[in-house]
């Protein structure tokens, strides 16, 4: 199972983006899903997660008020729905999952076993 994001471009600041994420190969019933993000030069970090059964949501400070994290069983998809965008957020943006629930906390790599490809999301000022 392999995950698709899609989603990215260039955006001026304050404006909005939606990403998506969707498997391709076997799919499951219910995923755990969560974003992170890597700036130019910087390291990983968590977005959002929203978690198995789907009744909680994690959000780094960073997005919080800003960005949702959402997500489509029937379609097995994923979103980051991003507004107000900064030139901050500028960042390879890559979506995670786990068809089970994560032993570890949500907002940790090591919590997810599938991985997307990336998708780049440039912020202007």
């Known amino acids: 199972v392999q995950l698709q994001a899609s989603g990215g471009g260039l955006v001026q600041a304050g404006g909005s983006l939606r990403l998506s994420c969707a498997p391709s190969g076997r799919t499951f019933s219910s995923y755990a899903w969560a974003w992170f993000r890597q700036g130019p030069g910087k390291e990983r970090e968590f977005v959002a997660a929203?978690?198995?059964?789907?009744?909680?949501?994690y959000y780094a400070d960073s997005v919080k008020g800003r960005f949702t994290i959402s997500r489509d069983d029937a379609k097995n998809t994923a979103y980051l729905q991003m507004n107000s965008l900064k030139p901050e957020d500028t960042a390879v943006y890559y979506c995670a999952a786990n068809q089970y629930p994560p032993r570890g906390s949500p907002n940790i790599m090591q919590s997810y076993e599938l991985w997307g490809q990336g998708t780049q999301v440039t912020v202007s000022s």
């Open positions: 929203i978690s198995w059964s789907g009744a909680s949501t």
